[in-house]
């Protein structure tokens, strides 16, 4: 069993759509979680980190959910330039340093 | 500016034919990464650097080399190439279990 699942889409929504993306991590012993953004043939970048209690950048809001072993984000008032792929990615307590587990992705198109 | 640099950013190989792809970071993070990304597939571990003068296998090593040269440079090498390894190469970095990785922005290796 894969460390990170996510479900891979594509998600296509119209601007102005709310769009939500989850993530499920199997280690209960994870403890950082992280959403990454991904464009067409570019490297990943951080979008943001999740924290235990939640938290908001903007039209992105990320949560966590320990009990059921989920991260989830959430896009709200959707932009043509949201279109791209959404990695989570887990850091496990007891694994190297710093090592994360990525999910293959999340691929969002947002059209006019 | 800051970062991970990785070169070459493109590269044509013949079957059998080696060579290094570089990677140099300037954040002073002690754990660096080597990932391969196909589609379909996510970004998949090939060798993590956890500190200078370490280096362990990661999920799919087969047929490369790493070298941690220093605390700024991490290596990647292929011996003899393979079709196979037609892929996105990313190196990343991290500073620790609550940051995140920084990738570079890739190398696009096609072996034919």
């Known amino acids: 069993r894969k460390e990170v699942e996510q479900d891979p889409g594509p998600f296509n929504v119209p601007e102005g759509a709310t769009v939500a993306f989850n993530c499920t991590y199997s280690?209960?012993?994870?403890?950082?979680f992280f959403w990454y953004r991904q464009d067409c043939r570019k490297e990943p970048k951080l979008l943001m980190s999740?924290?235990?209690s939640g938290n908001e950048d903007g039209r992105f809001t990320a949560q966590l959910n320990r009990a059921s072993q989920y991260i989830s984000l959430l896009i709200r008032d959707s932009k043509l330039s949201d279109s791209a792929t959404y990695l989570c990615a887990v850091n496990i307590r007891g694994s190297t340093l710093g090592r994360l587990y990525f999910g293959r992705g999340t691929q969002l198109t947002v059209w006019p | 500016n800051a970062g991970v640099t990785q070169t070459p950013k493109f590269q044509v190989l013949k079957t059998g034919q080696s060579m290094t792809l570089q990677c140099a970071q300037d954040m002073n993070h002690n754990s660096m990464y080597w990932y391969r990304q196909d589609p379909g597939m996510g970004l998949r571990l090939i060798y993590y650097s956890a500190s200078e003068g370490t280096t362990d296998k990661g999920e799919v090593p087969n047929g490369y080399n790493v070298s941690r040269l220093n605390k700024r440079e991490f290596s990647l090498r292929l011996e003899s190439a393979a079709p196979s390894q037609t892929s996105v190469y990313f190196c990343?970095?991290?500073?620790?279990?609550?940051?995140?990785?920084?990738f570079g922005s890739g190398t696009r290796l096609t072996v034919v």
């Open positions: 990343a970095s991290t500073g620790g279990l609550n940051y995140g990785y920084t």
């Open positions: 999740v924290y235990s």
């Open positions: 280690n209960s012993a994870s403890q950082s």
